[in-house]
């Protein structure tokens, strides 16, 4: 009777995403990351920490609202280069 064999449904689930903190210009998010993929966050981070890094004293850039507003501005010209070179 007991210990109960897993049943093929259990046996197939998948594993719970993990709960990280980033933090960004000074605030702290909890994110849900999937179980494997805390190195691709971390590499997102690492990514996003340097842009602001280069981004929060050029002029006329205020705030963090603006800091991280510029980025992706910057990000989204990035993949719609790499889009119209792909094509």
Sequence with gaps: MYPKKPTAEASNTKP???????????????????????EKLQNAMLELEQRVS????QPGVHGAE?????????LCNELLELKKNAD
């Design 16 to 38: 719970k995403p993990k709960q990280l903190t980033v933090t960004v210009l000074g605030r702290h998010m909890k994110i849900a990351c999937p179980a494997g993929q805390e």
């Design 54 to 57: 280069k981004t929060k004293y």
């Design 66 to 74: 603006d800091v991280l507003l510029m980025i992706a501005l910057n």
